[in-house]
């Protein structure tokens, strides 16, 4: 009999779903950060996404390290590795290479005119000054930032998980609901370790732990299962508040060391509330589940490029802001699948982004 967690799967998909309405409205930002296309700031579209990136990474990591355990136990430390590099080290190569020149070449023609063409931008791409988010064009990892630092933590967290997996389950089983939210405080502490452009290696290497050491163990599952009520609730009141502090109130010293400490415990209790109301409804598997659980590192691959095509002739070419959002998110999903269904069908393309069949 399988044992295989059905709602972990389920998750997954459903967040990496989220994609699309993330990328597409982050556009929109008001906030100051720029974007490979940048359209006029929106407090609306803003405040969504606002409320998604606190816990929308981090839960990828958490899941990874869920998974993981189930992956090490399979495999030899050297097949894991082996494993590690073609689904995510070759992928992450073949995706620098084919996929993020596309992000920049739009971003070369909408921020700075560029009328060369798109094999000049190639050039650009590899030798261009640039500060890695390629917002502006010049070489950047993109997206699979995600990829790069998953690949690294998933083998720097080899010796840890040798050295402690078996010295901890007891520890961790009698953790109660207050010691597990506070559990916060670890990647809290991690974002200082590793930060390029604002991602922290070291923070996500913590959520990764956290997954493989506390958050695979059913009974800690279970906690949040019978939690999640009053879990949901903390998180709803959370963002709230943090809400109100980013639109009301002036961002000083003070206000953005507290509103750090918000956003990652607001995260932290979603990440939980997710896992507990995952187990109680989400642990199915159909035909739909297994399918979209299959495609869902190829939507991660491809979605972003669609989006950004879509988004810089939707501005061009429409005035309202919430039909371009609505427009790019609904046109980028169908074109993200179809370029998923031809890439993996073909072996050598299969190969290079780490596609199932």
Same mark, same amino acid.
């Given at each position: ?49 606002? &409320? ?5 990474? =981090? ?15 399979? +495999? ?7 494993? +590690?590099?073609?689904? *995510? %080290?070759?992928?992450?190569? @073949? ?5 993020? =020149? ?6 070369? *023609? ?9 094999? +000049? ?19 950047? =990892? ?12 998933? %083998?720097?967290?080899? =010796?840890?998980?040798? @050295? ?19 559990? @916060? ?12 452009s604002g991602k922290s290696i070291g923070e996500y290497f913590c959520y990764y732990l956290i997954g493989y050491f506390v958050l695979s163990n059913e009974k800690i599952v279970d906690k949040c299962v019978k939690y999640c009520r009053p879990l949901g609730i903390l998180s709803a009141v959370c963002l709230l508040v943090y809400l109100i502090?980013?639109?009301?109130? &002036? ?28 187990? %109680? ?11 979209? &659980? ?58 290079? @982004?780490?596609?199932?069949?």
């Amino acid at each position: 009999m399988s044992d295989r967690k059905h709602y972990v799967d389920n998750i997954r998909w459903l967040t990496v779903l989220l994609l699309f309405p993330f990328h597409a409205l982050i556009i929109y930002n008001n906030f100051g950060e720029n974007n490979y296309i940048k359209g006029n700031g929106n407090a609306i579209l803003s405040n969504i996404t606002t &409320s998604i990136w606190p816990w929308f990474m =981090p839960v990828l990591f958490v899941l990874a390290g869920i998974s993981a355990v189930y992956a090490i136990k399979k +495999r030899t430390i050297k097949g894991y590795i082996i494993e +590690r590099v073609k689904k *995510l %080290l070759v992928p992450l190569i @073949f995706g620098i290479l084919i996929i993020c =020149p596309i992000l920049t070449y739009f971003a070369e *023609l909408y921020h700075n005119g560029y009328t060369g063409s798109y094999i +000049r931008q190639y050039i650009l791409f590899f030798t261009k000054e640039t500060d890695l988010t390629g917002y502006t064009g010049g070489f950047t =990892p993109g997206h699979l930032w995600f990829l790069l630092y998953l690949f690294i933590i998933s %083998l720097i967290s080899l =010796p840890i998980i040798y @050295f402690v997996s078996s010295k901890i389950n007891n520890i961790i089983e009698r953790m109660n609901i207050f010691i597990l939210v506070s559990l @916060f405080i670890i990647p809290l502490l991690g974002q200082f370790i590793g930060n390029i452009s604002g991602k922290s290696i070291g923070e996500y290497f913590c959520y990764y732990l956290i997954g493989y050491f506390v958050l695979s163990n059913e009974k800690i599952v279970d906690k949040c299962v019978k939690y999640c009520r009053p879990l949901g609730i903390l998180s709803a009141v959370c963002l709230l508040v943090y809400l109100i502090l980013i639109n009301f109130f &002036s961002i000083n010293a003070i206000l953005s060391a507290a509103l750090s400490i918000l956003n990652r415990f607001y995260g932290f209790c979603t990440i939980l509330f997710i896992l507990g109301i995952g187990k %109680l409804k989400l642990n199915i598997s159909n035909k739909a589940t297994i399918y979209l &659980s299959g495609i869902s590192f190829g939507i991660y691959l491809f979605h972003l490029p669609w989006i950004i095509i879509i988004a810089y002739y939707a501005i061009k070419y429409i005035q309202n802001i919430y039909m371009q959002a609505i427009l790019i998110t609904l046109l980028s999903i169908p074109l993200t699948v179809v370029s998923i269904e031809i890439s993996r069908r073909i072996i050598v393309t299969r190969f290079m @982004f780490g596609l199932k069949k």
